[in-house]
């Protein structure tokens, strides 16, 4: 089968099996048990870096390794300057969309999300600090669910985000602050090409409001760009996502429903996936392909 330039071994036999972006989908989620997932995606973030390729990688396990421009460690009380306010005035996206990453993890209502926009528009607002603290409407609905983890989080400058960046959430225990940094560092990197995109593990990233509503961002489709969301866990709102599959060794009623919520009929198309095995799952308008193989030794070292 002819292949882009981008196209990437996932599965080894006697016919290499490939993840094409172009002829696939630009995302492929990856499901397996323990730390087949991490592995995996170590592996093709390390394949499209030799592909020039730069990596931006949101990590929950504290597992991925590898060389990287920069690393934000995001822990409970570090102060990074993940303020969307602050980002916005750094060139990273536009002030609507820095208001609505505060609308969202703090929920106000379209009065308020406009208010504040006039007042980030105007300059009378460049921080969420300063808008907590501004007296206003939206500072006390913003107050009900502000707390000092966030205030840490928002002090400081924020980040350069060049080059390959890894965010490490492995020291990060609470969820609501992993939801506000993922929210808020996927809308700087939503527009970025020639990128491989990781997130692992997708479930723990997309669990919070914030962290669904990032989701979207980093998954949809974009030329020059894939992403990897890596989990242990298939939930509906993994397998939801347009893209391929690619089932590692799991337990039997996880195969199971991967491959139902992929459309693979019943009978022989479904094999149990064993240890440094795979199952690649495409879907087209007119088929269901399932192909399967071993895992590259690059992955089982």
Do not use: W
């Amino acid at each position: 089968m002819r292949h882009s330039s981008i196209a990437v071994r996932v599965l080894c036999g006697e016919e290499p099996v490939f993840y094409d972006p172009v002829y696939h989908g630009r995302t492929l989620k990856v499901f397996g048990m323990d730390d087949y997932p991490v592995r995996f995606l170590s592996y093709v973030i390390h394949e499209y870096r030799k592909l020039n390729y730069s990596a931006v990688v949101f990590d929950t396990t504290g597992e991925v390794k590898g060389d990287f421009d920069e690393v934000i460690e995001v822990r409970e009380g570090a102060t990074l300057g993940l303020d969307p306010i602050k980002l916005y005035r750094a060139g990273h996206f536009d002030p609507y969309t820095a208001v609505t990453i505060v609308q969202t993890i703090y929920g106000l209502d379209r009065s308020l999300t406009d208010r504040l926009y006039t007042d980030v528009l105007l300059g009378r607002v460049s921080s969420v600090p300063e808008a907590v603290r501004r007296n206003e409407k939206y500072s006390e609905v913003i107050l009900e669910g502000y707390t000092p983890l966030d205030e840490a989080l928002y002090t400081g400058e924020p980040p350069k985000l060049e080059g390959s960046v890894l965010v490490n959430f492995g020291e990060t225990h609470s969820i609501t602050l992993v939801g506000i940094a993922f929210l808020t560092l996927a809308a700087a990197f939503e527009k970025r090409r020639e990128t491989v995109v990781g997130l692992v593990d997708g479930a723990v990233l997309g669990y919070t409001t914030a962290g669904s509503a990032a989701m979207p961002l980093l998954t949809k489709p974009l030329k020059r760009r894939v992403t990897v969301v890596a989990s242990q866990y298939a939930l509906d709102s993994l397998l939801n996502l347009s893209g391929p599959s690619l089932l590692l060794y799991h337990d039997p009623d996880v195969q199971s429903l991967v491959y139902e919520a992929s459309g693979v009929p019943p009978g022989s198309m479904r094999k149990f996936v064993g240890k440094k095995a795979g199952a690649f799952v495409i879907r087209s308008p007119e088929t269901i392909d399932v192909l399967y193989g071993e895992l590259p030794q690059e992955v089982l070292r």
